[in-house]
Each structure stands twice: as structure tokens, then as C-alpha cells.
């Protein structure tokens, strides 16, 4: 009973450190669609971007882990813009185009990261030091630790942005009624970029914080895509709060699946809870239908 309590704490501590990666990819995809209507599928590609980008300035050039982190965020963000202009420039074409085109950008993406960065994972030292932690019998990583918190901190600071600043107010304005924002001066397209940027910066941030554990190849955009999409579709498109959650009960199915089964079904997980919850609730598990 022993070893299958420290077996369920440790699947937890992973789960939640996982959940809170997968609820930031997921929340990229939703800020996206609700301001721009696009189903971001090159939204791995900022993950990755800012995983070798980071290993790269670290490791390579002798950067510190902090300057790192602030040059990857930033030039994912410049990504998300140039992805968001294109995609936005072939939504008036309707959003399978939009879908399509992005699906396309990912491709292109991964032969350029194979270009810059070769075929081999590449990786950095965590920035916080390779002390574990113990709580009881359960090991906490301080890298876990470190996505977990920091996760949690940009998701309170997107939703404060949404909720409560003029530039979020556009941005739901600009998703609700475009025609009605144009009215008041808002310009919907450009909503839709800084959209982009957002997520962006958030996938830079997701590839900064799992590189160190995992390290990261250039064709990892395809998993984080997956892993994304399904937590968003989990969680529910219609509000990016919700998709974390969703992320956070996709790390827990994986995390769980990884320890009591074969890390070999994590992402075949992930598909059948998407395509359940699809199934049996298509608005997301936490976003009530709609009378």
C-alpha cells in the first residue's frame, strides 16, 4: 500500500507540472480562436521555437538562463505575429483556409528549425538548480515546481489582461463583433495579431520551461500541437481560464497512464479524451451548454 500511495503522489506532482504545460499551449489556442476565429496548428511550432532557440543562447553562446528566457519569449512572440498575418490575411477565405494554411506554416517551421538547429534534441542546465525536493515519500523536481508556478502566474496575468484591462476589452470586443468594433475605431485584424503575439510569447515560454527536463528536437511541434489541442478541446474553446483546466486533467490522464501503464500510450491518451469529450460533451468539460 505503501509503494502505491508514493506511486499515486508522484503521478499527481507529475500530472499537475504536465497539466499546467499542456493548459498554456491550450491557452494560446483559445486566445487565438476567440479573437481571430483560427485554429492555430502551428502553435507547437512557438514551443519548440523557444526551446532550441533558449538551448542555443545557453548553451551555445554562454547567455544566462534569465536573458534566455526574455530573448525566447519575445522572439516567439515576433513568430506569433508573422504566423498571425499571414493566417489572418486567408481567414476572410473562410476558417478550414485559415486551419489549412497554419497546418502548412507548421511544416515550413520544422524545416527551418532542422536547418538552424540541426536533428539532434538539444537542451540547457534548469535555472534553478538540480536539488530535489521530497515530500514524504514523493519527489518534487525543481523544475516542476518552476512550471507549475510559473505557469499558473502567466495564466492569472492572461486572464487579468482579458478581463480587466482596455486592450483585453478590445480583444473580446473585436471576437464577439468585428463589424460593431470597427465602429468604434477597433481594428480587428490587428486584435487578431496581437492575439497571435500572445501565444506566441506563452509557446516560447512553454519550450524555455520543458527543455531543461526533456530537451527538444525540431520536430516536436507535431506532440505539443496534439497535446495542446486536445486540452483545449477538453477544457472548451470558449474561454482560455477553462482550457488549463483542461490541461491540468490531460497531464493527470498522461501523467497516470505513464506511470501505471506504458509512456508509449501518453499521446494516444490524450487523443481518446479529446475525441470522448468531443463526443459526449463538444462544448469542453467545464463550459455549459448553451440553452
Do not use: K
Not at 489541442?229 to 474553446?237: E, R, T
Not at 459526449?280 to 451548454?289: A, E, K, M, N, Y
Amino acid at each position: 500500500m505503501r509503494l502505491l500511495a508514493t506511486a499515486i503522489g508522484q503521478a499527481l506532482i507529475t500530472g499537475v507540472a504536465l497539466g499546467v504545460i499542456f493548459g498554456l499551449v491550450a491557452l494560446g489556442f483559445v486566445v487565438i480562436y476567440q479573437v481571430a476565429g483560427v485554429l492555430n496548428f502551428a502553435q507547437g511550432s512557438f514551443v519548440v521555437w523557444g526551446g532550441l532557440f533558449s538551448a542555443w543562447l545557453v548553451s551555445d553562446l554562454g547567455w544566462s538562463s534569465i536573458l534566455a528566457l526574455v530573448a525566447s519569449v519575445l522572439t516567439a512572440m515576433g513568430l506569433g505575429v508573422a504566423v498571425g498575418r499571414v493566417a489572418v490575411s486567408v481567414r476572410q477565405h473562410g476558417e478550414t483556409a485559415a486551419l489549412i494554411v497554419t497546418v502548412g506554416i507548421g511544416i515550413v517551421l520544422e524545416g527551418v528549425f532542422l536547418a538552424l538547429f540541426g536533428d539532434q534534441p538539444l537542451s540547457f542546465s534548469a535555472p534553478i538548480g538540480q536539488q530535489a525536493w521530497h515530500l514524504a515519500n514523493v519527489v518534487v523536481l525543481p523544475e516542476q515546481a518552476l512550471m507549475a508556478g510559473l505557469g499558473a502566474v502567466v495564466v492569472l496575468a492572461v486572464q487579468w489582461l482579458l478581463r480587466r484591462t482596455i486592450w483585453g476589452m478590445a480583444l473580446r470586443a473585436c471576437a464577439a463583433n468585428p463589424a460593431s468594433a470597427r465602429l468604434f475605431g477597433m481594428d480587428p485584424r490587428r486584435m487578431a495579431t496581437i492575439a497571435f503575439a500572445i501565444a506566441g510569447g506563452v509557446g516560447g515560454l512553454v519550450g524555455y520551461l520543458v527543455t531543461p527536463m526533456t530537451g527538444m528536437d525540431f520536430g516536436s511541434d507535431v506532440t505539443w500541437t496534439i497535446n495542446g489541442f486536445s486540452a483545449a478541446i477538453v477544457g472548451g474553446l470558449g474561454d482560455p481560464l477553462w482550457a488549463v483546466g483542461g490541461g491540468l486533467a490531460l497531464g493527470l490522464v498522461e501523467s497516470f497512464l505513464g506511470t501505471f501503464g506504458s509512456s508509449a500510450y501518453e499521446t494516444a491518451g490524450a487523443l481518446v479524451a479529446m475525441l470522448v469529450v468531443l463526443l459526449w460533451r463538444p462544448q469542453g468539460l467545464f463550459i455549459r451548454r448553451a440553452s
